[in-house]
């Protein structure tokens, strides 16, 4: 276990000296040709350079080519993870250069989370009930892809995010002996915080559609694997590992239908965005990081305790940030153009 621990460790210090380095890299070619300007839905008021997730995308891609090489009963895991996820790169790196209709990008997001879905060894696998838990999964990977992206609109929040699903997952796919998921989790963290070097406030790049949008499908995949190899259907500790974001994006997203407002525009109606709005995007961070530590990753340990209430655990942890979602004040903003603004 210590030697295991050591290297999850090396992996993540690792991707984090791998993706500031490459950050810099990009950060050149974005100043040229992936300039984010103001406008009235943005949270930042100088034009900056965005696409800076690619680094994560690529050092994610080059270690799951070599564990799926090095490891070869890794190989159906890398391929479900790697496959679908760089095709949601792919179309996302696209979106950063030249905006795309969403029904194009919705589109090729279920085809990617089809083939992924496909490549996971699901418990039950084979009963009458299989398609619809490949077609649930197949909406809730679209959608967790979407709302990464969602929520990546102020300066380092997508990155803090990152920083720490990755890393707590990494220690609860070690503990539950699957290695080489923990190290690519581990390695997302890593590049998340690698990545943090550029993005904190006051960022100077952003993460983009590529990077945003890979880094929810990946831990969608991470959390369905993990589930499958562990004979489980609910994902219950990435459920709450994830719910910092997974409850802001839904709470908005129903709020806006049902006050039938255009749910498919730009809006900075999110609870975070109306945070830092009231506050600052350092002060988003830091409440963010503390959610996450107090009471998020507490809540991930008491549900490994309490075996077979994993529905109450999940219901307590996620209680409160649904009303802090509705507390937030100065919910109606004026919803403008297309697409998410940039942090």
């Avoid at 190989?75 to 950063?96: E, H, K, N, T």
């Avoid at 730009?266 to 009471?295: D, M, P």
């Avoid at 991930?300 to 009303?323: C, D, N, Y």
Wanted: hydrophobic share 55%; proline share 3%.
């Amino acid at each position: 276990m210590g030697s295991t621990i050591l290297a999850i460790a090396g992996v993540w210090i690792l991707g984090c000296a791998f993706c500031a380095g490459l950050t810099g890299i990009i950060r050149s070619y974005a100043r040229c040709r992936l300039m984010d300007h103001p406008n009235e839905r943005s949270s930042h008021d100088v034009p900056t350079p965005r696409g800076g997730g690619l680094s994560i995308v690529l050092a994610l891609l080059l270690a799951g080519g070599v564990l799926a090489y090095w490891v070869p009963e890794a190989q159906r895991s890398m391929l479900a993870l790697l496959g679908g996820g760089g095709l949601v790169a792919a179309i996302g790196f696209w979106d950063d250069h030249r905006p795309l209709s969403v029904r194009l990008r919705l589109g090729i997001q279920f085809v990617a989370a089809a083939i992924s879905i496909s490549l996971i060894a699901w418990p039950n696998a084979g009963s009458d009930w299989s398609w619809l838990l490949a077609v649930v999964g197949c909406v809730g990977l679209v959608w967790l892809t979407n709302l990464y992206n969602f929520m990546d609109g102020t300066d380092g929040i997508a990155g803090i995010e990152g920083v720490f699903v990755g890393g707590a997952g990494s220690i609860i796919l070690m503990y539950d002996g699957l290695e080489s998921l923990a190290w690519l989790s581990a390695l997302l963290g890593g590049g998340c915080a690698g990545f943090l070097a550029w993005n904190w406030p006051k960022a100077r790049i952003f993460m983009g559609d590529v990077g945003s949008g890979f880094l929810g499908f990946a831990f969608g995949i991470l959390a369905l694997q993990h589930a499958a190899m562990v004979g489980r259907i609910m994902p219950w500790e990435w459920l709450i590992l994830l719910s910092l974001f997974l409850v802001d994006a839904t709470v908005t997203l129903l709020v806006r239908i049902v006050q039938r407002e255009p749910w498919l525009q730009a809006h900075r109606s999110h609870a975070y965005q109306r945070a830092a709005r009231k506050w600052s995007h350092a002060t988003v961070l830091w409440g963010a990081i503390g959610i996450n530590l107090c009471w998020l990753l507490p809540a991930v340990v008491l549900l490994r305790q309490w075996s077979g209430r994993e529905f109450t655990v999940a219901a307590l942890a996620l209680g409160p940030l649904i009303m802090l979602s509705f507390g937030m004040p100065d919910r109606k903003v004026e919803s403008q153009g297309i697409g998410e603004s940039g942090a």
